[in-house]
């Protein structure tokens, strides 16, 4: 699988962004997917993760009620939609996909080491 980033950019504080993973290769179906971020020197941390078919999902709660992470598996894209953003949300984003064929349709991995494939990043910078 090959992953795609894309979407970041600088907006305001409450400003709104929507994040794309376009993956190629192996079918995204086939995958749980996730989101995570990392600030300067930092660890990558967890932000959202769901399912292979959509029906599981799951936030850090430092994001719980502002981003939205969704899936198209007919276009092997994933989204990240992150309303009422703050400047603690700037980081670069990473796109991640867990091959979860084997782990049941409810697999929802958190943690990063779980992924087997990962997108190159995309910034998100918010200015308060």
């Known amino acids: 699988v090959q992953l795609q980033a894309s979407g970041g950019g600088l907006v305001h504080s409450g400003d709104s962004l929507r994040l794309s993973c376009a993956s190629s290769?192996?079918?995204?179906?086939?995958?749980?997917v996730g989101w995570f971020r990392q600030h300067p020197g930092q660890e990558r941390e967890f932000v959202a993760a769901i399912s292979r078919i959509g029906l599981h999902k799951y936030y850090a709660d430092s994001v719980k009620g502002r981003f939205t992470i969704s899936r198209d598996n007919a276009k092997n894209t994933l989204y990240l939609q992150m309303n009422s953003l703050k400047p603690e949300d700037s980081a670069v984003y990473y796109c991640?996909?867990?091959?979860?064929?084997?782990?049941?349709?409810?697999?929802?991995?958190?943690?990063?080491?779980?992924?087997?494939?990962w997108g190159q990043g995309t910034q998100v910078t918010v200015s308060s």
């Open positions: 991640a996909a867990d091959f979860a064929l084997s782990k049941g349709s409810s697999y929802v991995p958190k943690q990063k080491d779980a992924y087997d494939y």
């Open positions: 290769g192996r079918t995204l179906s086939h995958c749980a």
